[in-house]
């Protein structure tokens, strides 16, 4: 019995892609041609700028060199549409995809080979003027599709806005909180300084012999406990001893016998000779400066 012989041959099968796109000037109007007399099959009839893809090139590029040649127009974005055609016939097989093209000119040149005239449209203005059989078919579900992607992107153009103003709202409110919160921890500790001023100047005259006793000991750590709760909401004593060089910002001069400021004590190039009384921050604010005597 003979054996069945096989063919490696295939048929001579062509295969091409199209590509066209929905161009959208810098006012929002698409861009619609008119077929010249040369194109015999599509005399008249409205189009879009495109055309095949070369050999080597993406659908991408193939987009923006065809408005180029077409209409004289670069390209500032592209993005895809949900239009798709597929054709077979005979030997060829036709696959037809859309983008949606954005320039930022409306300054057209037409090559006269493939068009006569061009018009911007309003989405709306050429949905209605194309029609919705026969070779404009596409074109026009192109620019439907092409009006709903600039619907859809500016809803999320306005959620986005809406998103960043409450964004900044919170930031604004978290802001005012924390100011609010620090008003009042000065407020607080406006209040309570002149305690701890007390409780410092007790414990300083403390006799030597008295330090151990448990009542002045209990005092010590009431002293201690009022300090550690100011400092959980950032309030901190400001460091500062002998031998320091005199910070006006964080100084004050005040005399070695009295609580009474003497003018011009403190200058710069001071050292501090003795601290008089503790001075506060809350961050990097100072509430109260530290008293010190200066030499």
Not at 21 to 34: E, H, N
Not at 41 to 70: F, W
Not at 112 to 118: L, M, N, V
Not at 187 to 208: G, I, K, M, Q, Y
């Amino acid at each position: 019995m003979p054996k069945h012989k096989e063919t490696t041959e295939e048929p001579n099968f062509r295969f091409e892609l199209s590509a066209k796109a929905v161009v959208v000037g810098p006012d929002g109007k698409v861009l619609i041609l008119t077929r010249s007399k040369h194109e015999t099959s599509a005399q008249g009839k409205r189009d879009l700028p495109g055309g095949s893809v070369d050999s080597g090139e993406t659908v991408e590029e193939a987009v923006r060199r065809e408005i180029m040649e077409e209409a004289g127009l670069s390209v500032t974005g592209i993005a895809p549409l949900p239009v798709y055609r597929h054709t077979k016939t005979g030997d060829c097989e036709l696959q037809r995809v859309r983008f949606i093209a954005f320039s930022d000119s409306s300054d057209v040149t037409l090559d006269p080979r493939e068009h006569s005239e061009f018009e911007w449209l309003n989405p709306d203005e050429a949905i209605a003027k194309l029609s919705d059989k026969g070779f404009e078919a596409d074109k026009r579900e192109s620019v439907m599709r092409a009006k709903e992607y600039m619907e859809l992107q500016d809803s999320l153009g306005g959620w986005k806005r809406c998103l960043a103003d409450f964004d900044n709202y919170k930031k604004r409110q978290e802001a005012s909180q924390k100011e609010m919160g620090q008003y009042l921890v000065e407020r607080l500790l406006n209040d309570l300084v002149p305690v701890l001023d007390n409780f410092h100047a007790a414990a300083s005259h403390v006799p030597e012999e008295s330090k151990d006793n448990p009542w002045v000991v209990g005092i010590g750590y009431i002293e201690k406990q009022l300090e550690d709760a100011l400092a959980q909401h950032g309030v901190r004593v400001i460091e500062v001893k002998e031998g320091d060089a005199f910070d006006p910002s964080r100084h004050e001069a005040l005399s070695d016998s009295s609580t009474e400021a003497e003018e011009g004590q403190g200058k710069k190039g001071h050292v501090i000779a003795k601290v008089l009384q503790n001075g506060y921050m809350i961050g990097d604010k100072v509430v109260r400066a530290a008293k010190v005597a200066v030499k």
